[in-house]
């Protein structure tokens, strides 16, 4: 069975990826072993966010070294076995995280950013899936007066690049959500043009759905070959064989084992992320999602009921679940909203791709022709989905660009 390009990954970022190219006059095949929206698409804090225009770097300062280095820490931990195995990527990690670096970092990452929502709402549009999106922004809390002020400074500077913004006194809050026990806090921003998803898994069913209606071709399946030949490429599943005019590679945390057998290796390292449903009740219902700044977790309002979203856990893809984080996120989200009947019998995690220097590859394999990277969007492949799949269409198509892709070339990390 040929195809003009097979796309793998069938997460937020290769589903828009195929939307675009079978929307612009390619036939593709998407695959993935688990059907569209399953993996980590389905289980991030369900937020494009257009106020994501800074990256998060390395700690590098002292207090913050110390902060994290006991383990114990609700926005962060790691696995010794995953900091020794990802050492060298770590290290440049670390390296990129001088200031002058995530300055410039930063003015690339906005390109991106920039197109989020507008590259969503043609998505949107297409699926007719506005029911799943609520323009509604985000809120943050500060327990903090003085971190508060320093995020409001930085809002106020980003005024210029279009991101929109207002600050929210706790008598304020208590209108937005009437619900919520807002006496650890200082005050709060609201995000007001970031949108709210109820339920991440299903926007990107939306969308392959979508794509399946454009005579796009789903299939599910694990890609255990992928093959070059003189003028096409081979992709052998676990299941069937195909073949293809370009490949493009998708796959979030799994992309180094599907390329490393054709030469690549990248520094992609993966981050875990916890999250568990509460049920909604009539005293703890909410209206925006929370997000405690300093406790780095997300609380948002869901589908599913009330999802309580961890930070990051640096670890191996295969590691055991380890709940430690999650329960002591829950002990504060708990003293913040009434949270009773868990949904689920066991919390979900699921791994997100990060690169040393915060942004995702996008663009040509190098080594092969008509080969395509698209992955290690750390945090923000579910924002930046829509506008990879442009980016990757506008290439393979040799169309004019809508966004540099220079900052985002494989050859930077490529060995």
């Not at 700044?293 to 990051?312: D, L, N, S, W, Y």
Request: aromatic share 8%; proline share 6%.
């Amino acid at each position: 069975m040929h195809f003009n390009v097979i796309v793998i990954g069938a997460g937020m970022v290769g589903t828009s990826v195929a939307w675009h190219l079978q929307s612009n006059g390619s036939q593709v095949l998407l695959i993935d072993k688990k059907p569209p929206g399953s993996e980590t698409s389905y289980g991030n804090a369900g937020l494009i966010q257009r106020e994501a225009i800074h990256v998060h770097p390395f700690p590098r300062g002292m207090a913050e070294m110390v902060r994290v280095l006991p383990n114990l820490s609700t926005d962060i931990r790691y696995r010794w076995s995953a900091v020794l195995s990802h050492r060298r990527a770590l290290l440049k990690y670390w390296q990129h995280s001088q200031q002058a670096k995530v300055n410039q970092i930063e003015q690339e990452w906005k390109t991106l950013i920039e197109h989020c929502t507008s590259e969503h709402q043609r998505m949107v549009t297409a699926a007719n899936a506005d029911n799943l999106v609520r323009k509604v922004g985000w809120i943050a809390l500060y327990r903090s007066a003085d971190k508060l002020q320093a995020d409001i400074q930085t809002a106020n500077n980003a005024l210029e690049t279009g991101v929109e913004h207002r600050v929210l006194t706790i008598e304020q809050l208590k209108a937005l959500e009437p619900n919520v026990n807002f006496s650890a806090f200082a005050g709060a921003i609201h995000w007001t043009n970031s949108w709210q998803v109820i339920n991440p898994g299903e926007l990107v069913k939306a969308y392959a759905a979508n794509f399946q209606a454009k005579k796009g071709v789903v299939k599910q399946g694990k890609v255990t070959e992928i093959i070059p030949t003189s003028n096409r490429w081979e992709v052998v599943s676990d299941t069937e064989r195909y073949s293809s005019d370009h490949v493009v590679i998708a796959a979030g945390p799994w992309s180094n084992q599907l390329i490393q057998s054709l030469g690549y290796k990248t520094p992609l390292f993966p981050m875990r992320g916890y999250h568990q449903h509460f049920e909604i009740t009539e005293d703890n219902a909410i209206n925006h999602s929370l997000v405690d700044m300093e406790k780095g977790f997300v609380m948002g309002p869901m589908q599913q009921g009330i999802r309580i979203t961890t930070g990051a856990e640096m670890t191996m893809m295969k590691a055991p679940k380890n709940f430690d984080q999650l329960q002591l996120v829950l002990k504060f989200a708990k003293d913040i909203l009434p949270l009773n009947q868990a949904v689920e019998s066991e919390p979900w995690c699921g791994s997100r791709p990060c690169m040393p220097d915060m942004k995702p590859i996008i663009g040509p394999a190098g080594k092969h022709a008509n080969l395509w990277f698209s992955f290690g969007h750390g945090h923000q492949g579910f924002t930046l989905g829509p506008i990879t799949g442009r980016m990757i269409e506008e290439m393979i198509h040799s169309k004019p660009l809508v966004v540099d892709p220079s900052p985002f070339n494989s050859q930077r990390f490529l060995s």
